[in-house]
């Protein structure tokens, strides 16, 4: 098979689309490497003198224990944040490289990560009131266990933020990540990626005589590049356009920072930055 320089193995029907994908995950990049976003990865505290803080004393205790408590849920809203973005990238990044190398079983074992478990955190971070608290008390908190209609309670929530992605219905956005009745959302794909043979879903059961992704040819693997490329850059731009507000909230940012990105994103979506 032909290969290009830049793209690979990838067909050059899926360039445009592969390109746009790229360019808004490096807005989501921008949040932890462009300098304009520093407060979100340094943070500094007035002491009231040099023997203020104890020794070896973590910085989170120190602000508990002088009741500095809004400054204390603000540094873990922030390092949960920039923390949650920079593995948001490693993953994204890396499946859009694997799709180029025609590896689409990591592809889509990596695209779980960000979507099925990072988004809803971002979510909850944003959404959901007693989220910050059951993080810094209860060892046995799951962030990522969610009912189903409190995810769609959330989704509901974030369609206030979205601009680009607004006419994403709730149900359209819940289906084709997390819905494990719909056999092509995401969450059951990336099962089949992760896992040579899945069973106990009817919608995500493994033909006889077949493991899943190990035996597919051209035909599947064209498939699935079709399937990616039409749903992966609309559930980026819903993913940009719920990290951007959450970062906007947390940092003191001139209003034209904002107008900045939305300005390029619209460029992205219509094919005039490159």
Known sequence: MKTDNDYLYLPERFWQKHKQCELL?????????????????????DLKSKSDIKEEEH?????????????HDNLIRKSLVNSLIMDVCYFLQEALLCSKKKRLSVTFSLLRKPFVYHLPVFLR?????????KFNEQDSFDVNYIKEKDKKELIKESKKLLVGASSLEIDEIFDWIF???????????????LHLST?????????????????????????????????????????????EPLVFLLL????????DRIKE??????????
């Open 252 to 259: 003191d940012l001139p209003e034209d920072v904002y107008e």
């Open 59 to 71: 910085i989170f205790d120190y602000l508990l224990r002088n009741d500095r408590i809004e400054e």
């Open 25 to 45: 995950i490096r807005q989501i990049e921008e949040f932890i490497v462009d300098e304009t976003y520093n407060e979100l990865r340094y943070q500094s505290f």
């Open 199 to 243: 069973t106990r879903n009817k919608n995500n059961k493994t033909e006889l005589q077949n493991l899943n992704f190990i035996f597919a040819n051209q035909n599947d693997i064209e498939n699935l590049w079709s399937y990616l490329y039409n749903r992966i850059p609309v559930l980026l731009l819903y993913l940009v356009e719920v990290i």
């Open 125 to 133: 971070i944003m959404f959901d009131a007693e989220f910050l608290d």
């Open 179 to 193: 819905n494990q009745n719909e056999q092509d959302s995401l969450i059951n794909l990336s099962n089949k990626a």
């Open 265 to 274: 994103r619209i460029k992205i979506l219509t094919n005039n930055v490159c």
